[in-house]
């Protein structure tokens, strides 16, 4: 099939499609819950239903009650049986879901069989190996397959503040089913932040009560069990900044549907936006926004200056190297980078 791209400019309003990280997060508060819970505007992207895959893998289910609506039955009222076989858990290529649900696998159903497609099994999971190896848990990394097998145990967890927020994620998340108190201690100072604040505020939705630390505090986390409840997903202000991209490249077009008051880090498009319409050079730090860096790439590259991304290392071990693939696709059009 042969298709015809003519050139225009974009005109008119846009809500961008619901936020992915948000949607996981709310999926898997509602699964460790006791009742049924329901999330609204959901967008079912390959992701997203590999969330789902692995929460029916543990005990939960679902059902959809309207476009983009699912109840979701939690497994927090069941009891905690032993398993002969650990539960088979296939994440797709989603680096959310494996990192989530490995902690939370070992709280719920003392480890499971983790597989995955494309890059996920290559993407570095050095700071859960070394928690597991200091819990006694054991873990097989072989053929494509992650095996984790163990009890998690209340206690002391440290992790390097400068690896993925996910880790970070999972454990908030397996934390509170334990039998006592726990705690996790940055090392370093803390990257990403505001993925972090999306994790507790899902966790405050289910009655999870985490105190946000101070910059490099402590996560004090008590046992507490997961509660249903009821939330609509936002828009995504990840996607909202391809857009706040075409404006830069000239078109009029009114992103809306955003929450202003939004825990979304990503929010920070706007005033990166504002920053990059005036000229001269420019340093952005995308430690914190890693999923900012494609859109912001191109605002770049039509303003006046030299813009620097820094802090951007962690984007080579996503889904794809995304430093090499932006620069591939800004210098193919003409763009100076290095």
């Not at 201690?185 to 972090?196: A, H, K, L, N, Q």
């Not at 030299?306 to 802090?311: A, G, K, L, M, Y």
Request: glycine content about 10%; aromatic content about 8%.
């Amino acid at each position: 099939m042969d298709i015809q791209i003519t050139p225009h400019l974009l005109s008119g309003t846009v809500t961008p499609p619901p936020s992915k990280s948000q949607t996981h997060r709310l999926l898997i508060a509602a699964v460790l819950a006791t009742g049924t819970s329901t999330v609204k505007n959901i967008a079912f992207s390959q992701d997203v239903e590999a969330t789902l895959r692995c929460l029916t893998a543990l005990g939960g289910s679902w059902k959809q009650t309207a476009p983009g609506t699912l109840e979701i039955t939690g497994i927090g009222g069941l009891p905690r049986q032993a398993r002969t076989l650990l539960p088979h858990l296939d994440c797709g290529e989603s680096g959310s879901t494996l990192r989530f649900f490995l902690p939370i696998a070992l709280a719920v159903a003392g480890g499971g069989v983790f597989t995955g497609h494309g890059r996920l099994m290559e993407r570095p999971q050095g700071p859960y190996f070394d928690l597991f190896r200091e819990e006694g848990i054991s873990y097989e990394q072989k053929d494509g397959t992650l095996t984790v097998q163990g009890t998690l145990r209340p206690g002391e967890y440290h992790l390097p503040g400068n690896v993925s927020s996910q880790f970070f994620t999972g454990l908030l998340f397996a934390l509170p089913l334990l039998e006592g108190p726990s705690q996790i201690v940055p090392t370093t100072p803390v990257e990403s932040w505001d993925y972090i604040r999306m994790t507790l505020d899902a966790l405050a939705s289910a009655g999870i009560a985490v105190p946000e630390p101070k910059c490099g505090g402590v996560f004090q986390i008590s046992p507490h069990p997961y509660r249903s409840f009821d939330r609509t997903v936002e828009a995504d202000w990840s996607q909202a900044g391809f857009w706040y991209a075409a404006i830069a490249l000239g078109s009029h077009v009114e992103p809306e549907g955003l929450n202003a008051f939004s825990v979304q880090g990503d929010m920070a498009v706007v005033p990166h936006f504002l920053r990059l319409t005036h000229p001269g050079d420019l340093d952005i730090d995308v430690s914190g926004i890693p999923d900012l860096l494609p859109p912001l790439a191109v605002m770049a590259a039509v303003r006046s200056g030299t813009t620097r991304f820094v802090n951007a290392a962690r984007l080579r071990m996503k889904e794809s190297d995304r430093l090499s693939t932006v620069r591939a696709m800004l210098t193919a059009l003409g763009c100076r980078c290095q």
